[in-house]
T-cell receptor, first 114, second 114 residues
Framework: AQSVSQHNHHVILSEAASLELGCNYS??????LFWYVQYPGQHLQLLLK??????LVKGIKGFEAEFIKSKFSFNLRKPSVQWSDTAEYFC????????????FGKGTMLLVSP | DTGVSQDPRHKITKRGQNVTFRCDPI?????LYWYRQTLGQGPEFLTY????????KSRLLSDRFSAERPKGSFSTLEIQRTEQGDSAMYLC????????????FGEGSRLTVL
């Protein structure tokens, strides 16, 4: 069965610091990869996704992620975080088949101090 | 708001009681998913519908759990004889068919079993 590992459960940064959140998955076949974000009191929202093509994908609010197939990784990055980026971030993977569902990591809680 | 809506948002019940949650997906979406999320964990897949057909069920979905989507529109998730371990946030998501369809999540229904 596929699984998703997120390296850090909690991350605390100051505004303007750079962010990198790790995500690794265990599945040898073709995958679709996602990062979702959950702001306090809100529902899960898609931040960005990778299906194929350029392994560097850009999402909303200045986030980007890089798919490294050889490392089974899909790390999320942002050069300069803002206080409004305080949220929980979830990496998710779907095997590239017709009926497959998303498998989520445990999430990383990011706290950005002003 | 034309997003995914869930009802009720909060439910407190006593152990042994039955509870039912409702999900109204985005109207043109033919796929509907139920996930469960507990503290410190990412969303865990429960079950998935394409139109009215329930296509996949997780091993997490014990026989006390039943989900329906009778007309391919809204869905209900019923938990019979609730246990304290059922306390969680129950998330509903919907998507368009086809490989790679993004999941749109509702705000969830929080269940507390006393």
């Amino acid at each position: 069965a596929q699984s998703v590992s997120q390296h850090n459960h909690h991350v605390i940064l100051s505004e303007a610091a750079s962010l990198e959140l790790g995500c690794n998955y265990s599945y040898g076949g073709t995958v679709n990869l996602f990062w979702y974000v959950q702001y306090p009191g809100q529902h899960l929202q898609l931040l960005l996704k990778y299906f194929s093509g350029d392994p560097l994908v850009k999402g909303i609010k200045g986030f980007e992620a890089e798919f490294i197939k050889s490392k089974f990784s899909f790390n999320l990055r942002k050069p300069s975080v803002q206080w409004s980026d305080t949220a929980e971030y979830f990496c998710a993977v779907r095997m590239n088949s017709g009926y497959s569902t998303l498998t989520f990591g445990k999430g990383t809680m990011l706290l950005v101090s002003p | 708001d034309t997003g995914v809506s869930q009802d009720p948002r909060h439910k407190i019940t006593k152990r042994g009681q039955n509870v039912t949650f409702r999900c109204d997906p985005i109207s043109e979406h033919n796929r509907l998913y139920w996930y469960r999320q507990t503290l410190g964990q990412g969303p865990e897949f429960l079950t998935y519908f394409q139109n009215e057909a329930q296509l996949e069920k997780s091993r997490l979905l014990s026989d006390r759990f039943s989900a329906e989507r009778p007309k391919g529109s809204f869905s209900t998730l019923e938990i019979q004889r609730t246990e304290q371990g059922d306390s969680a946030m129950y998330l509903c998501a919907s998507s368009l068919g086809g490989v790679g369809g993004e999941l749109f999540f509702g705000e969830g229904s929080r269940l507390t079993v006393l």
